[in-house]
């Protein structure tokens, strides 16, 4: 007989994105005329730039030649595109990055999951709440947590509140974590961490020998020039950081795929015999054991984001959003609605009206206005009382759903 993993039992019935995905599918059957607009999950909608569709076609010409043809790729990615990142993510920054500490994969939700299977499974690991649900919930998978609670807290996690007390940045943790996650510009509040709050992260890990799980995912959003893009723009953050990187949200990848994770050869961890070990040769074995890599066609397609054409082309899209983050953020505000975010990230964090719940608010907003956001208590307990609403959608649809918003707060 074949036995399950008996931590998935622990798990909330489904993943949060799924959840809204039936409420809103189920609505939409009932209310087949109803013009539903979607601004829960952050899925871009503006189609690919001109540089990277011409670079993706020449690769996959490429593919039909003989001589050009090409089978099974590096697992770590292709040169070309290591080197790019480097030269244009981290060396104008100030950055030491070597290309053989970069991984491309598909995705950094893949990666933040699958990161969890070179540590062992009894560090104490620190989630910010509210949270990108995939953190916690591939610790419950991994065996790293009790049940959950009623608020959805996981026995054995530390939960380190971000709240608008704290401007939604928490403070160090009280009690000694091996691990901690940090997403900044934040998912799903929207908000950023200012070098001097990365900087007293990274003395705490240096000081608790801990490592910190970096999510920059929407780094390409940050518009205030104090604030870093990077971790390692932290001094000492080689040897105490991990960073996940997308070109999802940068690039309008979130159908392509493709992303990287800097492991720097510096880091390390230990064995239970105390002895240091290098976490970058731990995730290059997981890493060529586990993944066959992005394809080429689609490796060259990233490349072009850092192309002379495609730069400029990849600024306007970003801009794009952040004009519609600015819309959603303004007209909100001018209806006396609390709001953060929106900023330096495709995220407005609202405070919910009155003492209404996060769900309650999610299915009023949508049997009302036929409008999708997203519960800010599904990502975590502290964010009960808040809705996100994301600014990946056409101009139309986002001022249309401001007018709608406003009316049904109003
Ligand atoms: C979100 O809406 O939080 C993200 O799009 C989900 C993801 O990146 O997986």
Redesign the pocket.
Known sequence: MARINEHYRKLKAGYL?PEIGRRVSKFCAENPQAKVIRL????VTEPLPSAIIAAWHKAVDEMAERKSFRGYGPEQGYDFLRQAIVDNDFSPRGVRIDADEIFISDG??CDTGNILEIFGADNKVAIVDPV?P?YVDTNVMTGRTGPCDDQGRYAGLVYIPATAANNFVPELPKERVDMIYLCYPN??TGMVATREQLTRWVEYAKANDAIILFDA?YEAYITDPAIPHSIYEIEGARDVAIEFRSF??TAGF?GVRCAFTVVPKSLTGTTAGGDRVALHSLWNRRHTTKFNGVSYPVQRAAEAIYSAEGKPQIRSMIDFYLTNARLIREGLESAGITVYGGVNAPYVWVKTPGSESSWDFFDRLLTTAHLVG?PGSGFGASGEGYFRL?AFNSRENVEEAVRRFRKVVG
């Open positions: 994105f829960g999950i952050g899925d950094s939700k990108y995939v998912n799903p995912a999802s949200k979130t997203t994301s």
